[in-house]
């Protein structure tokens, strides 16, 4: 039966999303081993490393691997691949999201934590609440606090508590660590 949404480019690719599936089932279990502490994280990048080679032809030719393509189930998959990419490829690609997201093929909250995730790479505040940093995790500083549950109600995310937001880093914190660029 075939997933609603808007129409298709074409029909579903059903091998590549099996591929993408697959992958991304390997991607968690590589991630999941690591962090109970039988596999080295050389081990995850090397998942991340064959996941980049697979994916940038793919996206090169077709564009986004959207749900028109691959099914919901491949889109969300893609994403995850994406989202563990380094940082270089997760800026190439966001253009490609935000386009599937507009088209109806990709979606919107998937798209605010790769964004999250590029605007942190960058040393920039995020936007969503996405990314946590440091040990025990407090939320990467937010561009607009204020206005962020907001935000994340219209994705139907989870409010940010008030402890959240309160014990969020500031710029300032992480620019004297210097993992931000103070403003």
């Known amino acids: 039966m075939p997933e609603p949404g ?18 991304a089932r390997n991607d968690r279990a590589a991630r999941h081993a690591h962090a109970g502490g039988g596999t080295p994280w050389s081990a995850v990048e090397q998942v991340d490393r064959d996941n980049v080679a697979f994916l940038t032809p793919h996206l090169a030719r077709v564009g986004w691997l959207g749900s028109d ?14 989202l563990h990419a380094p940082a270089e490829q997760q800026q190439m690609w966001l253009p490609l999201m935000r386009t599937a997201v507009l088209d109806g093929w990709a979606d919107e909250r998937d798209l605010a934590y790769l964004q999250d995730r590029c605007d942190v790479n960058a040393g920039r505040p995020q936007v969503h609440g996405t990314v946590t940093y440091g040990d025990p995790g407090r939320l990467w500083p937010l561009a607009q ?39």
């Open 145 to 183: 606090p204020d206005e962020v549950n907001e935000l994340r109600a219209m994705l139907n995310m989870r409010p940010l508590s008030e402890d959240e937001l309160a014990n969020a880093w500031t710029v300032d914190e992480l620019s004297q660590q210097h993992h931000l660029a103070h403003p």
């Open 6 to 23: 808007p129409p298709s480019r074409r029909p579903i690719d059903l091998m590549l999303r099996e591929e993408l599936l697959t992958r």
């Open 69 to 82: 393509l691959v099914g919901k189930l491949g889109a969300h998959a893609c994403w995850l691949l994406v």
